[in-house]
């Protein structure tokens, strides 16, 4: 129903800066109905953890770990999600998913995965 695609992953110094996209596309009634954006994150050996997400009131709520320094965001028009990482530190590295809940009557709570884009994090 709602396919997602990540960019923006790469390789960053220490204390970088890094913007995270998730393009949503399928169709746009569903994408509308979208109960929650989120992107998680999985480490190599580590379990794939939360990192950030946003609901369709706007609600946002982040991981610990990352509070202050990173920033979610989702843009309706554009059917985009974005992930504002600042202050990045070599525990950030992971590859980075996004994740959409299904909110339509007619695929309710179904879970979207994209691939996933790799950020590593050098010290």
């Known amino acids: 129903q709602v396919q997602l695609v990540e960019s923006g992953g790469g390789l960053v110094q220490a204390g970088s800066s890094l913007t995270l996209s998730c393009a949503a596309s399928?169709?746009?009634?569903?994408?509308?109905?979208?109960?929650?954006m989120s992107w998680y994150r999985q480490a190599p050996a580590q379990q794939r953890e939360l990192v950030a997400s946003i609901d369709e009131d706007t609600l946002t709520t982040y991981a610990d770990v990352v509070k202050g320094r990173f920033a979610i965001s989702r843009d309706t028009t554009k059917n985009t999600l974005s992930l504002y990482m600042n202050d990045l530190k070599p525990e950030d590295t992971a590859v980075y998913y996004c994740?959409?809940?299904?909110?339509?009557?007619?695929?309710?709570?179904?879970?979207?995965w994209g691939n996933g884009t790799l950020v590593t994090v050098a010290s």
């Open positions: 399928g169709r746009d009634h569903a994408i509308k109905l979208l109960q929650s």
């Open positions: 994740h959409a809940r299904d909110g339509s009557s007619w695929n309710y709570n179904a879970d979207y």
